[in-house]
């Protein structure tokens, strides 16, 4: 006759540390370790741990463990989900087994780490899908002790409570960025927009007086745009300024900056060393022209452009802020706009 060891009573304290545990965790394993602790306590049996299943991968992990005697169940161990006590568990509906070789004398798994005792709860969400399992286990026959069932079941609902929350939390921090994103983007073009531009702007300002360097502001004006919506549609418009981003870009280095700031309207920065800052303003207006004169192809139509027109200023002090600094630019590109009206006119 199997002689069975008394079933064990619920901690001294309990609920306090129970209560402990639920309001002082920030994060999954914060809670989670002091639970197998408890659940360890609770039930008896030397081995706790949680486990994640990824039901696409046919894959369990052991997510946290806790061990205590000579049955050891590591932390990161990775087995395929069919076949695992876990899964037979679930699938007969049986939560607790003190002989799990008359159970399942064919697991490998319970053979290998020398499980003799065995209880498990799924842990779900909200939805009812499955994220893994809270499970314990003797490598000696064991019983479980009375209300030890309800308070894995109730363990594995805090935990998958605590696993909603991180992944709400996660989902509310991606949204918070891509609307960070998008404030600071031009939806057309994908280019950083005004706000970005002006953030920029300060920043490179306040580097002036600190590193010897210059900056280079870049206006960049689309002459003819509304005649290229109005011959060819919005579509074709909005094709003609997301190539002329690219070519804008392509144009400049890769530690340069260009925005789109509305309409027809771009600006290129660049900080090259203050001794070479007007030369490289020459350079880059230059580039620009070139990169953006020419043939366009948008899908099936061609677009013959003859350029925008682009203004540069340089700024080699801080004296400017960078609203004046972008009017300065804006003020050179409608001379050079007004220079190329008059040179179309005698022509």
Same mark, same amino acid.
């Given at each position: ?19 402990d545990?639920? @309001?002082?965790a920030r994060?999954l ?13 609770v039930?008896?049996l ?8 990824? *039901?696409?991968?046919?894959? $369990?992990?052991?997510?946290? +463990?806790?061990?205590?005697?000579? *049955? ?11 076949? @695992?006590?876990?899964?037979? &568990?679930?699938?007969?509906?049986r939560?607790y087994?003190d ?13 290998? *780490?020398?499980?003799?005792?065995? !209880? ?14 809270l ?5 000696e ?8 069932? #309800?308070?894995l %079941? ?6 998958g #409570? #605590? /696993?909603?929350r991180e $992944?709400?939390?996660?989902a ?10 998008s ?6 073009? %994908? ?5 970005? =531009?002006?953030?920029e702007?300060?920043?490179?300002? +306040?580097? =002036? ?11 960049i004006? *689309?002459?003819r745009f509304k005649? /290229?919506?109005? $011959?060819?549609?919005?579509? !074709? ?13 392509g ?5 340069d900056?260009?925005?789109r ?14 001794a070479?800052?007007? !030369?490289?303003?020459?350079? /880059?207006?230059e580039?620009l #022209?070139?990169?953006?004169?020419? %043939?366009? %192809?948008?899908g ?13 200023a ?5 004296a ?7 009017? $300065?630019?804006? &003020?050179?590109?409608y ?13």
């Amino acid at each position: 006759m199997v002689v069975m060891p008394p079933a064990p009573s619920l901690p001294a304290n309990f609920v306090g540390r129970l209560a402990d545990s639920v @309001t002082l965790a920030r994060s999954l394993e914060e809670l989670v370790r002091p639970l197998l602790e408890l659940l360890q306590a609770v039930t008896g049996l030397e081995s706790t741990y949680l486990t994640a299943i990824d *039901l696409d991968a046919g894959a $369990q992990y052991i997510l946290y +463990s806790r061990n205590t005697q000579r *049955l050891q169940i590591p932390e990161g161990l990775s087995v395929p989900w069919e076949g @695992t006590l876990c899964k037979r &568990a679930l699938d007969e509906g049986r939560s607790y087994t003190d002989d799990v070789a008359q159970c399942w004398a064919d697991s490998a798994a319970a053979r290998a *780490l020398g499980i003799a005792t065995y !209880a498990s709860t799924p842990v779900r969400m909200e939805d009812g899908s499955l994220y893994g399992t809270l499970c314990a286990a003797s490598d000696e026959r064991k019983p479980l002790a009375e209300g030890a069932e #309800q308070v894995l %079941h109730m363990f594995a609902r805090l935990i998958g #409570q #605590q /696993i909603e929350r991180e $992944q709400l939390v996660r989902a509310l921090r991606q949204a918070n960025d891509s609307l960070a994103v998008s404030a600071l983007m031009d939806a057309t073009t %994908h280019l950083p927009n005004r706000r970005a =531009l002006m953030a920029e702007l300060a920043r490179r300002r +306040s580097a =002036l007086a600190v590193d010897g360097r210059a900056l280079v502001v870049a206006f960049i004006d *689309l002459d003819r745009f509304k005649a /290229i919506n109005d $011959q060819y549609g919005h579509e !074709a418009g909005d094709q003609f300024l997301r190539a002329m981003g690219g070519r804008l870009q392509g144009a400049m280095r890769i530690d340069d900056f260009v925005a789109r700031i509305g309409g027809d309207e771009f600006v290129a920065l660049s900080s090259p060393p203050q001794a070479d800052a007007e !030369a490289v303003s020459r350079i /880059i207006e230059e580039r620009l #022209q070139t990169a953006t004169t020419g %043939h366009f %192809h948008l899908g099936g139509t061609v677009i013959d452009y003859a350029g925008p027109s682009i203004g540069v200023a340089v700024a080699l002090t801080d004296a400017l802020d960078p609203e004046a600094m972008l009017a $300065q630019a804006d &003020a050179a590109m409608y001379a050079a706009k007004r220079e190329r009206r008059s040179g179309d006119s005698r022509r």
